[in-house]
């Protein structure tokens, strides 16, 4: 099995919505590998869904309830498959970011 080499970073998602490119551009089929959250002063969560805010949720993550506290989280094996796109509905969070590929 080759390793993956083509990992990008997504615009930081700040509101519920679409994870997006650079570009930016709204993500289709792709596995995140890695999220970086930076939660506001308040626990919050995110919801990641695949096929928009009315997809099917696949991944809840919880936030401490510090802004100074960012989290990284590498997902384990190959990351988590999104097979139409990515949204993010965020709960007390300033921003975050998805490595994907």
Do not use: C, W
Not at 9 to 22: D, I, K, R, Y
């Amino acid at each position: 099995m080759a390793m993956q080499t083509d990992v990008l970073a997504s615009v930081p998602l700040t509101s519920t919505g679409q994870f997006t490119n650079q570009t930016p551009t709204a993500l289709g089929r792709t596995r995140v590998n890695a999220v970086y959250i930076v939660p506001s002063g308040t626990a919050g969560s995110i919801v990641f869904k695949d096929g928009g805010a009315s997809g099917t949720t696949v991944l809840t993550l919880n936030t401490v309830a510090s802004a100074a506290q960012p989290t990284y989280l590498l997902l384990p094996g190959e990351g988590v498959l999104f097979s139409t796109n990515v949204h993010g509905t965020v709960s007390n969070v300033t921003s975050t970011t998805i490595f994907y590929g």
